[in-house]
């Protein structure tokens, strides 16, 4: 007989935890204009980055993060109250590596 599947619920975000977010073309915006005079690799909508959890604002119904996003170059990029998902302005959880 085989082992039943369990299903364990999402982990929260909490402050320090690595997660990755996928950039907007508005973060693309504000990428390129505080990299004026900055040497660094180029970014488009839709990329997905590193980012460090720095403030949880709300866990119910959707937790809002507060984020530091680890850009290709010697710069960041913080944005502010972003949910959970699968899309441009949203974090995710890290894959599993397998």
Not at 15 to 31: K, N, P, S
Not at 53 to 70: D, F
Not at 87 to 96: H, K, L, N, Q, V
């Amino acid at each position: 007989m085989s082992e039943p599947t369990v299903f364990y619920p999402a982990p929260l975000p909490t402050v320090g935890r690595i997660v990755h977010y996928a950039l907007t073309e508005q973060d693309v915006e504000r990428i390129r204009a505080q990299r004026f005079a900055t040497a660094a690799n180029e970014v488009a909508a839709g990329d997905v980055f590193a980012a460090v959890v720095v403030r949880v604002w709300a866990l119910h119904p959707a937790p809002q993060c507060n984020l530091q996003i680890l850009l290709d170059g010697p710069d960041t990029l913080w944005v502010t109250s972003r949910v959970h998902g699968a899309e441009p302005g949203t974090w995710a959880w890290p894959p599993r590596a397998g």
